[in-house]
T-cell receptor
């Protein structure tokens, strides 16, 4: 069974800082890995999808990397803004099933 | 209008009651999923369906059943609700040619007293 760990569980940074969120998973035989954002009381919004053949994906201020062999993915957020405050979840896909981490709760202080 | 909708958004019920949560989608996707989210445990897959005639158990299917009434509708039932089924429930969809990209509904908060 895939186990997903996200570190740190919570993070508070001043506006403008660059930051890195970490995700590790136990089964490296994944097909894809997806990063999501969850706002309080709302569903998940997909941010970035990295296919197993890729090493990174970028969207605006977000960059996600994937190292399958070591079971790690990172989400880099550049020049953080208060609107980035949310919980960030990573989800590797194994055998048609996604396994979610418990997330990193990010607060960006104006 | 939202692409993936869930009803109800909030529900409080008592132990032993039968509950149905409904999910509808207008994205035209063939794959649909039900997850529950608990504090400290992340999202866990309950059931998934790749088309109307295909139903599969996920990681935590015990105590739940599902029905895929049409391509656009996937309902989750709790035949006899118990307090440890109190959670936030999410429906999600994906398309066969991009199965790894999931789109989520807004969630249903269920409380079982």
């Amino acid at each position: 069974k895939q186990e997903v760990t996200q570190i740190p569980a919570a993070l508070s940074v001043p506006e403008g800082e660059n930051l890195v969120l970490n995700c590790s998973f136990t089964d490296s035989a994944i097909y894809n890995l997806q990063w999501f954002r969850q706002d309080p009381g709302k569903g998940l919004t997909s941010l970035l999808l990295i296919q197993s053949s890729q090493r990174e994906q970028t969207s605006g201020r977000l960059n996600a990397s994937l190292d399958k062999s070591s079971g790690r993915s990172t989400l880099y957020i550049a020049a953080s803004q208060p609107g980035d405050s949310a919980t960030y979840l990573c989800a590797p896909e194994t055998g048609n099933q996604f396994y979610f981490g418990t997330g990193t709760s990010l607060t960006v202080i104006p | 209008d939202a692409d993936v909708t869930q009803t109800p958004r909030n529900r409080i019920t008592k132990t032993g009651k039968r509950i149905m949560l409904e999910c509808s989608q207008t994205k035209g996707h063939d794959r649909m999923y039900w997850y529950r989210q608990d504090p400290g445990l992340g999202l866990r897959l309950i059931y998934y369906s790749f088309d109307v005639k295909d139903i599969n158990k996920g990681e935590i299917s015990d105590g739940y059943s599902v029905s895929r009434q049409a391509q656009a509708k996937f309902s989750l039932s709790l035949e006899s609700a118990i307090p440890n089924q109190t959670a936030l429930y999410f429906c999600a969809t994906s398309d066969w040619d991009h199965p790894y990209e999931q789109f989520f509904g807004p969630g249903t908060r269920l409380t079982v007293l």
